[in-house]
Structures are given as C-alpha cells and as structure tokens.
Nanobody
C-alpha cells in the first residue's frame, strides 16, 4: 500500500502562487507515475496534471496549461505542483495519486490516493 501525503495548500489571492507537495515513504517511488487531481463540492474529481515515472513526460488539463507545472524529485520521493497566476476557479481540494510508471489523465487508472489539501483562491 502506497501512502501519499499532500501539503502546501492554503489561502491565496487571485494572481498569486502556491506550491503543493506530495510525499511518500514508498521505497520504489520512481516506479510510479504521479498525478494531481482536484475536486470542488458537488462536482466530479478532475484531472489537473500528471508526470511519468522518470519525469520525462508531463500532461496538463487545458484549464491549467501554462500556469501550473508538475515536477518530481525521485531522490526525495516527492512530486510537486507549482501553481502560478491562480484564479478563483482553481479553488478546490487537490489530491495526488499514483499508478504504475506511465502517466495518464484517467482518474480511474490511479491506484493510490492522498487525503487532499485545500486550495482557496480569493478574488
């Protein structure tokens, strides 16, 4: 069982930045592709960004492309989501997730999930 712990959420004004982190004690972290998803009350969880096991390939939802950057440090067992030029519509609980090696945008393909971290963007 891979345990994931997110951190870095908080309250920020529109136009500001936050960096989310997701860490694990899993020794084979580099075997996993990692994804970030988000969810607001009453809406389905949606894909935000994903990165494959090596970091060589990344994928983004159209709504965040050019503003968010996903990266990973396999030596630190950590994946990051740098969020710039935040908008009120980015307000959500952000979840990281893991699956074997190849990144996808499909929520159902991820096997392990963190508990989420709240991001609130004020206008």
């Amino acid at each position: 069982q891979v345990q994931l712990v997110e951190s870095g959420g908080g309250l920020v004004q529109a136009g500001g930045s936050l960096r989310l982190s997701c860490t694990t004690s899993e020794r084979t972290f580099s075997d996993y592709a990692m994804g970030w998803f988000r969810q607001t009350p009453g809406k389905a969880r949606e894909f935000v960004a994903a990165i494959n096991w090596s970091g060589a390939s990344t994928y983004y939802a159209g709504s965040v492309k050019g503003r968010f950057t996903i990266s990973r440090d396999n030596a630190k067992n950590t994946v990051y989501l740098q969020m710039n030029t935040l908008k009120p519509e980015d307000t959500a609980v952000y979840y990281c997730a893991a699956r074997s090696r190849i990144a996808t945008m499909e929520l159902a393909s991820y096997d392990y999930w963190g508990q989420g971290t709240q991001v609130t963007v004020s206008s």
